[in-house]
Structures are given as C-alpha cells and as structure tokens.
C-alpha cells in the first residue's frame, strides 16, 4: 500500500525509525561533547578565588589550633551547608598563622586534630600529620595542603574557592612528590 505522494507504509515507517534513533543518539551525545569540551570552554564563576574572612583574631589564640568554617564563594541554591567548608588554623606566634584544608592528603577523609598529641589524625586509613602540616606517618605522601592567607585589622582572610586537589596541591608546594 502507498501513501499519498508515492511512498510506502513500510517506507515511511522506516523513515521515521531512522529518524527517532537519530534523536536519540543526538540526545545522549550532547552531554558526552559538552563534557569533554567543557574545560575549554568553561569561565570561572565570580569570586572564584576572592579572599574569605575566618573571622576575629581573637577566635584563634596564639599556639593553637582551631577549626574554621568559611561559605564557599561559588555556591549554587540548592547547596545549602554542603556549601560551608571546614578548614584548619593554627596561629603560630603573634604575626604567623597555617590554614589547612580539613582533607587528609591520601583520599581526602576529613582529619581531626589532638591537642594531647600535637597530630592530626586522619580516621580512614592511619594517616598522622604534625602540627606544621606535614607527613608524620601512614599512606599520605605529602603533608596537608595549605590555604594563603592575610591579616587585614582584627581579621583573618584566606584565599578560597579552589579547592585542593592531589594535582594542585602537589604542584602547588615545594617539596611535592610531583613539583619541578
């Protein structure tokens, strides 16, 4: 049987198949392209790596070590407190302050730290920091990573936005297993 213009049911049928499978893998290809790409073609979000305040000076009383928390400059609405991001900070002597990132360096668990001992401790998998930051003992091969800061008046401020990662970290800090 043909349809009005000289072509087939079987023909038009066909057609239309070729057509609905060609939608489909459009569809599914779009995000695979877009994702390869998109470090090409992607531009930093505003405040990116704009300068966050800790808060007081006061909160950090020199020769200890206390957890922070700070908004992360690139959030989206739906992120909610997954949006607030822990960190590390140690006020050293009275001009001298060491922000570290909460991640252990091995597989990112977040580390506690034991004023009895003077270590971080990572739970996961042993992993021991000493209070400058650096490797005591266990599975990580570098010590933790650490945030660039400034004091402006009463007020600490570290550099955020880029979240460590092995890669940047490792070439970030001297000394790093994979730095020049």
Not at 16 to 33: D, H, M, T
Not at 40 to 55: E, F, H, N, T
Not at 145 to 157: A, C, P, R, T, W
Request: net charge positive.
């Amino acid at each position: 049987m043909n349809l009005p213009g000289g072509i087939s049911r079987r023909g038009l049928f066909l057609k239309l198949a070729v057509l609905f499978n060609a939608l489909v893998g459009i569809i599914l290809a779009v995000p695979i392209v877009r994702y390869i790409f998109s470090p090409m073609i992607r531009q930093r979000r505003p405040g990116y790596a704009s300068w966050i305040s800790l808060g007081s000076l006061n909160n950090f009383p020199a020769g200890e070590t206390r957890l922070a928390t700070y908004r992360n400059p690139v959030v989206n609405p739906w992120d909610g407190v997954t949006a607030d991001i822990a960190c590390w900070v140690r006020h050293v002597d009275t001009e001298n302050f060491q922000v570290f990132a909460i991640n252990c360096a091995h597989l990112w668990c977040p580390v506690r730290w034991f004023p009895q001992s003077s270590l971080f401790m990572c739970p996961c998998h042993g992993g021991v920091y000493y209070a400058d930051g650096s490797r005591a003992a266990g599975p990580p091969e570098r010590g933790l990573f650490q945030y660039s800061y400034k004091v402006e008046g009463d007020s600490l401020f570290i550099k955020a936005g880029e979240m460590p990662t092995p890669t940047l970290a490792a070439n970030i800090k001297p000394g790093g297993p994979r730095c020049a």
